[in-house]
């Protein structure tokens, strides 16, 4: 750490927040970058912005009781952690996997703060999820859990108090159920209440694309600054879930090839390129393993039970990566063979996916590497243009919507750029997000008071 004082706070967060190592890494490596601006603005230090922004406002932890098919009495823990709600209300996505602890909705929620800062839009940061694992549930039984998960949480949420969207495990199926139940119990069709909704009943056209196509986006602005473009790359996509889905469509449109994805028990590997159409197929309409993906499509394509994505960068040239799955897939020893490939640009769909050492890595190998909470900023930001479309009762064209998206990408990439460059880190996409979004937060924060 580069400076005292946040040394120290960083000991009190190890501190206060025992168990969740998750936590530590993501307020570690914001803390990092910040020594400059706490030297820069004494005011910041004097309010105890860092101590508070570390404190979550508001933490609720509750039960979540459900029947499975069979009849048994299920129990699950539900999360909601509102962060921070100086630029406007709790947004961020839930997560619905066995992993989930407090510690997970922490970190996610603390990177969230900056990511909504860094969209310029009126959104404070938060997250929530539950340790329920959707795998191998039956629709009824995801309709049982979404309700009742919602029956609690009700209470806590509004378009002006806390607005909650998908992230693992939840996507438009769940929001219906979520929403439906909300609707019901307070007899309100309060749209705003919820972002990532069907178009059909106050959904954003580009809502389901705009997580991936933003991270493509960012990477583009990334390759322009050396005066390159996707035109001809060669591209790895890790998940094969929404983000790495809509990543390797607006790849293959941009004119690069995306050559392999992943799944948490397997690889597939097509030398010539993924097919978009059945992979979406497979995976979105049929809600199936990329093994069966790898089946249909025959020779073309070769499926590794268990394996790496990464290490295919052993054997053959690849030009970006785009880790799109979960936290901490990417680490050193995968960097290094990333960076001895020849890889260009690194940017994150996923957060936080590379660990610290592959972050090192990549920074000491001259690798355009932007972070999640700038790269993936696309989809909380048009979940902001959700919510704009809602509090009009207007719908936008897809068109116009991915324009927007676009634009905000750009922005995005230009203040980090810009921030990096004014502390002397030019090129420094770590550095300049997390400035940038909390110099964001923090002003607003000085300016509300001590709350
Ligand atoms: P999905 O549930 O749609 O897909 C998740 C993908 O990641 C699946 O391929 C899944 O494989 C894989 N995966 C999940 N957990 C693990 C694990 N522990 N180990 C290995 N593979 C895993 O989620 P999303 O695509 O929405 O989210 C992916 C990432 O993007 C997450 O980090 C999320 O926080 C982030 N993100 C999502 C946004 C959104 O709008 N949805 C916005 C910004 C960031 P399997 O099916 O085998 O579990
Ligand atoms: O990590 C994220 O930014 C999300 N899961 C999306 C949050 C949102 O509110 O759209």
């Not at 929530?128 to 998960?149: A, H, N, T, V, Y």
Request: hydrophobic share 35%; aromatic share 10%; charged share 25%.
């Amino acid at each position: 750490m580069p400076h005292a004082r946040i040394e120290s706070l960083f000991e009190d967060v190890l501190r206060r927040n025992a168990g969740e190592p998750e936590f530590h890494q993501a307020a570690r490596e914001v803390f990092e970058s910040l020594g400059q601006v706490i030297e820069k603005h004494p005011q910041y230090a004097d309010a105890s912005i860092l101590e508070r922004l570390c404190e979550p406002e508001r933490q609720i932890i509750f039960r979540v009781p459900w029947v499975d098919d069979s009849g048994h009495a299920r129990i699950n823990r539900g999360f909601r952690v509102e962060f921070n709600s100086a630029l406007g209300p709790y947004k961020g996505g839930l997560r619905f996997h066995p992993s989930v602890t407090l510690g997970t909705v922490k970190f996610l929620g603390f990177e969230q703060i900056f990511k909504n800062a860094l969209t310029g839009l009126p959104i404070g940061g938060g997250k929530g999820g539950s340790d329920f694992d959707p795998k191998g549930k039956s629709e009824l039984e995801i309709m049982r859990f979404c309700q009742s998960f919602m029956t609690e949480l009700y209470r806590h949420l509004g378009e002006y108090t806390d607005v909650p969207a998908g992230d693992i495990g939840v996507g438009g199926r769940e929001i219906g159920y979520l929403f439906g139940q909300y609707k019901r119990i307070t007899n309100r069709y309060e749209s705003g209440v919820l972002t990532g909704k069907g178009v059909g009943w106050g959904g954003s056209r580009a809502r389901t694309e705009a997580t991936g196509y933003g991270a493509v986006f960012f990477a583009e602005q990334m390759l322009a600054t050396r005066g390159e473009s996707f035109d001809g790359k060669k591209v790895l996509v890790s998940g094969s879930g929404n983000v790495a889905l809509y990543a390797i469509e607006k790849v293959h449109q941009l004119g690069g090839t995306v050559v392999a994805c992943s799944d948490s028990t397997g690889v597939v590997y097509d030398r010539d390129g993924l097919d978009f159409e059945l992979l979406q197929q497979v995976k979105e309409v049929e809600r199936g393993r990329l093994s069966v993906y790898a089946e249909r499509r025959g020779a073309a394509s070769e499926y590794r039970a268990g394996g790496s994505i990464w290490s295919i960068a052993d054997e053959t040239r690849i030009d970006v990566a785009l880790p799109s799955a979960t936290q901490n897939e990417l680490d050193e020893a995968d960097a290094q063979v990333l960076v001895k490939s020849g890889v260009v640009a690194v940017a994150e769909g996923a957060n936080m996916p590379s660990t610290p050492g592959a972050v090192r890595v990549f920074s000491q190998g001259n690798v355009l590497f932007g972070p999640g909470k700038a790269a993936n900023a696309g989809g909380v930001a048009t979940s902001a243009l959700e919510m704009q479309q809602n509090a009009s009762r207007d719908s936008w064209s897809f068109e116009y919507t991915e324009e927007r998206l676009a634009e905000i990408m750009r922005n995005i990439h230009e203040s980090c750029a810009a921030t990096a460059e004014e502390y002397g880190e030019p090129g420094n996409y770590v550095l300049g997000a997390n400035v940038s979004g909390f110099t964001r937060v923090a002003d607003a924060m000085l300016a509300l008071g001590v709350i």
